[in-house]
């Protein structure tokens, strides 16, 4: 059974940056797909940011303000969020998919966006 924990959220002046970690444990092999989502009461979850082996997508509001990146040799994926806004306010959600159907989701880390 794959776990995800989450960490690195809080309350962000706009304007500031976060830093977001998770980690997987768990998984017999590295999992090629990992990803960010967020979810509000407004909008419901959306996809940030994925990273799926090689390759990487953002969500179309991002517009260059995140990067997504791995521990090459560990199933952990970080969310490098700068220039933040009121609206990036939501729970951020770390998910990893493991073959088969198998997606795994994190609890989430509350990331407030407020001066």
């Known amino acids: 059974q794959v776990q995800l924990v989450e960490s690195g959220g809080g309350l962000v002046r706009p304007g500031g940056s976060l830093r977001l970690s998770c980690a997987a444990s768990g998984a017999a092999f590295r999992l090629g797909y990992m990803a960010w989502y967020r979810q509000t009461p407004e909008k419901g979850r959306e996809l940030v940011a994925a990273?799926?082996?090689?390759?990487?997508n953002y969500g179309h509001f991002v517009k260059g303000r995140f990067t997504i990146s791995r521990d090459r040799n560990e199933n952990t994926v970080f969310l490098h969020m700068n220039n933040l806004a009121p609206e990036d306010t939501a729970v951020y959600l770390c998910a990893a998919y493991a073959g088969s159907s198998s997606w795994y989701w994190g609890q989430g880390t509350q990331v407030t966006v407020s001066s």
């Open positions: 990273s799926n082996y090689n390759r990487t």
